[in-house]
């Protein structure tokens, strides 16, 4: 039997229940998958670095992060990256080529459908 994984983090506990919510509130399995990916223990959570969006994400896409983005690769395409966290020199890679750092919240927001999200991780 599966153990449990409980979280501390009151921020992850309430994206995770909204997740589940938003899930069935739109008939969007993405982000049933999300949430649950973000139960998982932190040590198996995704670390994807910026050039690995370069090779996955196509033109038009939002790359969804259900982790950390690490600053290793290039970067030369503006992207739409969501994620639970970003290094900051990540962040600075992705803005610098005119790309755009969101939250998961904020795509949730903006995309209730998860319509065009490529998951990397």
Do not use: Y
Not at 39 to 67: F, H, Q, T, Y
């Amino acid at each position: 039997m599966a153990r449990k994984i409980k979280k501390s983090n009151p921020i992850l506990i309430n994206l995770i229940q909204d997740l589940k919510k938003k899930a069935h509130e739109n008939n969007a399995p993405i982000w049933k998958d999300i949430a649950e990916r973000l139960e998982r223990s932190l040590k198996n959570w995704a670390e994807v670095n910026v050039g690995k969006l370069e090779k996955c994400v196509k033109d038009g896409e939002i790359a969804l992060v259900p982790g950390k983005v690490l600053s290793g690769g290039n970067l030369n395409k503006g992207l739409t990256v969501a994620a639970w966290k970003f290094s900051r020199k990540a962040r600075d890679k992705i803005e610098r080529v005119g790309g755009k750092c969101i939250s998961i919240e904020e795509l949730v927001r903006i995309n209730p459908k998860g319509s065009g999200v490529r998951i990397v991780g």
